[in-house]
């Protein structure tokens, strides 16, 4: 299984951006798909997430500014950003977990915001 994350970039505060991520191979009984960034010097968070049977998760800091949408048929991610700020510069990386534990990594992709 590989994940295949795309659409960082370089833009301006405020402005927006969307990232995809798509994998390949099959995965069986997907529980969770999400979205983690980690900026230097910081730990990897959680941006975003599905959980099955428990709807979306939004850190506090993105809640009302980004949006997380799936295509379970065909195994694909998104994160439309809006209204970036500086503090959202970091590597963003999609994840996704089995039921069994299992979790799986994209390679990460930057977002920087300039200010």
């Known amino acids: 299984v590989q994940l295949q994350a795309s659409g960082g970039g370089l833009v301006q505060a405020g402005g927006s951006l969307r990232l995809s991520c798509a994998a390949s191979?099959?995965?069986?009984?997907?529980?969770?798909m999400g979205w983690y960034r980690q900026a230097p010097g910081k730990e990897r968070e959680l941006v975003a997430n599905f959980r099955e049977g428990l709807g979306t998760n939004y850190a506090d800091s993105v809640k009302g500014r980004f949006t997380i949408s799936k295509d379970s048929a065909k195994n694909t991610l998104a994160l439309q950003m809006d209204n970036l700020k500086p503090e959202d510069t970091a590597v963003y990386y999609c994840?996704?977990?089995?039921?069994?534990?299992?979790?799986?990594w994209g390679q990460g992709t930057q977002v920087t915001v300039s200010s």
């Open positions: 994840n996704l977990m089995n039921i069994g534990g299992s979790s799986w």
């Open positions: 191979g099959t995965i069986f009984r997907i529980n969770v």
